[in-house]
C-alpha cells in the first residue's frame, strides 16, 4: 500500500520568511514517482515538479527548492522569501506501478503581509 | 494558462435536475481524467479514459456518467445528484494514460452545488 503524509495541516508565515513544507510516503516498490501541486484559492491544481526514484539530486526552481532523501522517505519542499502569492494549498502526491496517483492531505499555506 | 479548460466554473442545480460539466484539453494528451475534491480533501479519482476508452471507474455512483466524444475533449453528465455530491469538480489530462510516471495537468474545476 502506498502513502503520502504531509503532516502539516497548516502553515503561516510572515512575507519574505522561508518555509518548508514537508512530505513523507510510503511505498514497496523501488520504481515510483513523487509529485508537488499547489492550489490555490481558484481551485486548479498546478503542477510543480516530478521526480522519480532514482534521481535524488534536489532541484532549485526560482524561490522554489525540493529535497528528495530516500534514506528517509521525504520529498521537502522548501519557498524561500515567500510571497503573498504563494498562499496555497500544496498537495504532495506518489504514483507507483501499476497504481493510480496518492494525494497526501495537503498543506493550506498562508503568507501574511 | 491552463491548457486545461472546464465549463462552466460554477454550477447549482436540484436533486432532479440534468446537467453536464465539460473539460477540453489542447496539448495533444490522449488520457483525461475525472476527480471530485471536496473542500479541505484532496482530489479523488473518478474516471479515467485513454485513447478515448473508459479504462478505470473507481465505482463511482451511476448518477454521474462520464463521456469522451473525442481525444481532446470529456464530459461528464450528472443527473439526480444528491446533496452531498456537492463539490469541486476538476478535470485533468495526461500523454497516454498508459503509464505512472505520466504528470497530470488540471483544469480550473466546476464547482458544483447540489440543492
Known amino acids: 500500500a502506498q502513502k503520502v503524509t504531509q503532516a502539516q495541516t497548516e502553515i503561516s508565515v510572515v512575507e519574505k520568511e522561508d518555509v518548508t513544507l514537508d512530505c513523507v510516503y510510503e511505498t514497496r516498490d523501488t520504481t515510483y514517482y513523487l509529485f508537488w501541486y499547489k492550489q490555490p484559492p481558484s481551485g486548479e491544481l498546478v503542477f510543480l515538479i516530478r521526480?522519480?526514484?532514482?534521481?535524488?539530486q534536489n532541484e532549485i526552481s526560482g524561490r522554489y527548492s525540493w529535497n528528495f532523501q530516500k534514506s528517509t522517505s521525504s520529498f521537502n519542499f522548501t519557498i524561500t522569501a515567500s510571497q503573498v502569492v504563494d498562499s496555497a494549498v500544496y498537495f504532495c502526491?506518489?504514483?507507483?506501478?501499476?497504481?493510480?496517483?496518492?494525494f497526501g492531505k495537503g498543506t493550506r499555506l498562508h503568507i501574511l503581509p | 494558462d491552463t491548457e486545461v479548460t472546464q465549463t462552466p466554473k460554477h454550477l447549482v442545480m436540484g436533486m432532479t435536475n440534468k446537467k453536464s460539466l465539460k473539460c477540453e484539453q489542447h496539448?495533444?494528451?490522449?488520457?483525461m481524467y475525472w476527480y471530485k475534491q471536496k473542500a479541505k480533501k484532496p482530489p479523488e479519482l473518478m474516471f479515467v479514459?485513454?485513447?478515448?476508452?473508459?479504462?478505470i471507474n473507481e465505482s463511482v455512483p451511476s448518477r454521474f456518467s462520464p463521456e469522451c466524444p473525442n481525444s481532446s475533449l470529456l464530459n461528464l453528465h450528472l443527473h439526480a445528484l444528491q446533496p452531498e455530491d456537492s463539490a469541486l469538480y476538476l478535470c485533468a489530462s495526461s500523454q497516454d494514460g498508459t503509464g505512472y510516471q505520466e504528470t497530470q495537468y488540471f483544469g480550473p474545476g466546476t464547482r458544483l452545488l447540489v440543492l
Open positions: 521526480r522519480n526514484s532514482f534521481d535524488e
Open positions: 496539448m495533444g494528451h490522449r488520457a
Open positions: 479514459y485513454s485513447y478515448e476508452k473508459l479504462s
Open positions: 502526491a506518489l504514483s507507483e506501478e501499476g497504481d493510480k496517483i496518492i
